[in-house]
């Protein structure tokens, strides 16, 4: 991967690391379809939580996580389940919510063109770092590749 991409994925990470995404209660509403005075209430029981801010007049910053969370809970009240289970649930969930996280942040060496597909760089496949495994999408399914480590640097961009 050259050096330009190789500063991109590495700034990329580092603010996906920070937690640093965040949406305003009218974004967060508008993409889950929760409305902003259920928000509030979610928010008062303390089954979301806004992160605070330095900005003057913004009360309602929400991060990332948050945003699942609430795609999450509202998929088990539109299943049937009341507030306080799926907020239950989605608590439990959380555990494994930052596990993905922390899988891409640890997983993800970048994006690199091979084979005639862009593959996404998952890092050594071995502990002897000679292997690296590579995924794609194509037709609409995850391919998998394990390349020799020296195949990784062909083709990078």
């Known amino acids: ?15 996906l690391n920070k937690h640093q995404f965040t949406v305003g209660i009218s974004d967060l509403a508008k993409t889950t379809g929760v409305s902003q ?3 509030r209430y979610w928010e008062q029981k303390n089954y979301i939580q806004s992160v605070k801010t330095s900005e003057k007049n913004t009360t309602h910053r929400f991060s990332y996580g948050t945003l699942m969370r609430v795609h999450f809970i509202k998929a ?4 049937g389940f009341t507030l ?11 555990n494994q919510m930052e596990m993905m996280r922390i899988f891409v942040m640890n997983a993800f ?35 998998y590749r394990v390349l020799p480590e020296n195949k990784s640097t062909d083709g990078a961009f």
């Not at 005639?116 to 496949?125: E, V």
């Open 1 to 15: 991967m050259n050096n330009q991409n190789e500063l991109f994925f590495k700034n990329f990470k580092a603010q």
């Open 84 to 94: 306080a289970a799926a907020a239950k649930m989605a608590s439990e969930r959380s």
């Open 109 to 143: 060496q970048g994006i690199e063109e091979l084979e005639g597909h862009h593959m996404i760089n998952l890092g050594y496949f071995d502990e002897a770092h000679t292997q690296v495994l590579y995924c794609y999408i194509a037709d609409d399914e995850v391919h």
């Open 37 to 39: 005075t259920q928000l």
């Open 76 to 79: 088990m009240l539109d299943e």
